[in-house]
């Protein structure tokens, strides 16, 4: 947590409309909000399949939302693929405010290219790095958004969506743990929207959370943004590109799309194999390219359409709830508070020794310690928290349930990466799946530290207990 020293920025006139509205804190303003998005899709590395060119989600974007309140700033950002760590504190130094009122978060796209990286990989690793080729696209984007502020008002609501699942399962043939559809497993359905509008309700941008991997195109060979790149861009042209879409990640780590097949099918013929209806399961189909036991083809035109179509429908499904969700909404408010905090959580780390992807146990000694960066991004009465790794559902699920403040956020993939692996809770590590396996914290940890971190940041946002202003 960073206090300035400077003298606040409100206006005398804001001042007084705050101390005469029972509850509202007295460091809140008027709310400003602006919002971009910036086109990154040339930066990625070149596909082994051409697009097809005609889906939206074939493009990749770096966008931003900036608010100000007149006392000072803050910013979201979401990034397609995987955002680097070294955006928050560039774009805190460009506004000028303490870097805890910074939320970048990642897509995680696995098909995003340099934006995608998967956990464990030198690439994932250089989310940490001190600059990325994306720095320069984030600021754009933030500078943007500055440009466009314009008063708004901001309002908070949530609704369902039954496309994700619970991944971790028992394969009924082989009797091993697997990455299925887990029906009866911890699945938190909840959409999160946060809208921000003018006072005469003409849109300026939505933010949204859901969890749920987009792994549609993972190894298909075509450059691709997923289904929140689908969803986004359909919100956006709903609105004839007068406002910006951003999707965020909930707890994620457990979570895949519950269907599966149109993709799955792809990824066989990518290994050479014609798909002619049989039964498909993710795991072994993957397996055949991951581990080089198929030689990659390129994908037809044909298959390819058929996976991207799906894609599309996929985000429109999602696009649909949010836009029910924001619709429905009454309008927000116009003055509000803005301020961020954050704590660091440490856990006991391990290092495996063994081999093996799935189904066994794993062998681990000791290893290095793995930090959490966990922050609160709190805006009026609504409370976005942070983590920087991919947590499972109910670590989520856990710290929505004791928070202090009804409106309240997890978002997944933020501000850089822990370098934990996934983060499965306590009763999971039993689970032999590839999560499990691999991640890099010992049990006991994480799943009572993480919730009661976050808790306690928002309980003291809730109280009053920290202020952020502009430098």
Not at 121 to 129: C, E, I
Not at 182 to 190: A, E, I, R, W
Not at 286 to 297: D, F
């Amino acid at each position: 947590m960073r206090h300035s020293k400077h003298p606040p920025l409100l206006p005398a006139a804001a001042l007084a409309l705050a101390a005469a509205i029972p509850g509202l804190a007295a460091d809140a303003g008027p709310l400003r909000a602006g919002a971009a998005r910036v086109e990154f899709t040339k930066l990625a590395p070149a596909p082994d399949t051409p697009p097809l060119g005609k889906y939206e989600h074939e493009k990749l974007y770096v966008r931003a939302i900036v608010l100000d309140n007149g006392v000072t700033r803050a910013a979201l950002l979401t990034v397609d693929g995987n955002a680097p760590g070294s955006i928050p504190p560039k774009v805190a130094a460009e506004l000028k405010i303490p870097v805890e009122n910074v939320i970048s978060s990642s897509t995680h796209s696995h098909s995003a290219g340099l934006g995608g990286p998967q956990p464990g990989t030198a690439g994932f690793r250089q989310q940490n790095a001190a600059s990325s080729p994306l720095d320069e696209v984030a600021l754009q984007a933030v500078r943007e958004a500055v440009a466009k502020l314009q008063p708004a008002r901001v309002s908070f609501g949530t609704g369902l969506s039954y496309l994700n699942v619970n991944r971790d399962a028992i394969n009924p043939t082989t009797r091993l743990w697997t990455q299925d559809a887990n029906l009866t497993g911890p699945s938190d359905k909840t959409v999160a929207v946060v809208k921000f509008e003018t006072p005469g309700g003409e849109p300026i941008a939505l933010y949204s959370n859901y969890a749920m991997h987009p792994v549609n195109l993972y190894l298909g060979g075509i450059i691709s943004a997923d289904f929140p790149g689908a969803a986004c861009r359909y919100i956006e042209q709903i609105y004839g590109d007068r406002m910006v879409a951003l999707f965020s990640q909930g707890a994620e780590g457990d979570q895949n799309p519950l269907y599966l097949r149109a993709s799955t099918a792809h990824m066989l013929r990518r290994g050479g194999q014609e798909y002619h209806g049989q039964p498909l399961v993710r795991e072994p189909t993957e397996k055949l390219i991951r581990e080089g036991e198929r030689k990659m083809v390129p994908a037809d035109a044909k298959a390819a359409d058929e996976v991207e179509k799906f894609i599309e429908a996929e985000g429109i499904l999602y696009a649909e709830e949010v836009l029910r969700v924001a619709q429905s909404l009454p309008p927000g408010d116009s003055v509000v508070r803005i301020a961020g905090a954050q704590q660091n959580v440490t856990c006991a780390g391990r290092t495996r020794t063994n081999q093996g992807r799935e189904g066994q146990p794993g062998a681990y000694v000791d290893g290095p310690d793995v930090n959490f960066l966990v922050r609160l991004l709190g805006i009026g009465n609504i409370g976005l928290v942070g983590v920087n790794a991919e947590v499972y559902n109910m670590i989520g699920q856990t710290l929505k349930a004791r928070s202090p403040m009804a409106n309240t956020v997890f978002v997944g993939l933020a501000n850089g990466s822990a370098l934990s692996g996934y983060v499965p809770t306590d009763d999971a590590y039993g689970h032999y799946t590839f999560q499990v396996l691999g991640a890099r914290t010992k049990p006991g940890c994480a799943e009572a530290a993480l919730p009661k971190a976050g808790d306690d940041l928002l309980t003291r946002y809730a109280s009053g207990g920290f202020t952020n202003t502009s430098n």
